[in-house]
């Protein structure tokens, strides 16, 4: 079992999650409250969330299926960001700063999983 708030992982997409709340507040219009707001909001708290179950686990195996579900919801909400973008919720400075801030995270979570399987492997 680690801390998971030490782990550059968690802090990185904890982050992220801020930024999304800030962003989803001051630009998302109110109709979308119960729609994408919501969604991407959930979305990108679910990736530190799965982080910090897994970090709860017992086994790598364990944790290494949590970082799998983190890395899946990274990709949802590049889609979300994408969408908000194109419905012009979001300027393409933002929409860059935060996907390639996903993209970061995504490859440090699939570096993190491929360590966890290589313990595996050997154990």
């Known amino acids: 079992m680690q801390d998971f708030q030490s782990l550059e992982?968690?802090?990185k997409s904890h982050?992220?999650?801020?930024?999304?709340?800030k962003i989803t507040e001051n630009n998302f219009p109110k109709s979308e409250q119960f729609a994408l707001t919501s969604q991407i909001r959930r979305s990108a708290s679910s990736i530190p969330t799965n982080i910090a179950e897994g970090c709860g686990r017992r086994t790598s195996k364990d944790f290494a299926h949590f970082i799998q579900m983190a890395i899946g919801s990274s990709s949802e909400?590049?889609?979300?960001?994408?969408?908000?973008?194109?419905?012009?919720?979001?300027?393409?400075?933002?929409?860059?700063?935060?996907?390639?801030?996903?993209t970061e995270i995504r490859k440090m979570m699939c570096s993190f999983k491929n360590k966890l399987t290589t313990l595996l492997t050997y154990n």
């Open 77 to 102: 909400v590049e889609y979300q960001l994408i969408l908000a973008k194109d419905l012009k919720y979001i300027n393409e400075e933002t929409w860059k700063s935060l996907s390639q801030n996903i």
């Open 9 to 11: 992982i968690w802090k």
């Open 15 to 21: 982050s992220l999650v801020l930024s999304i709340y």
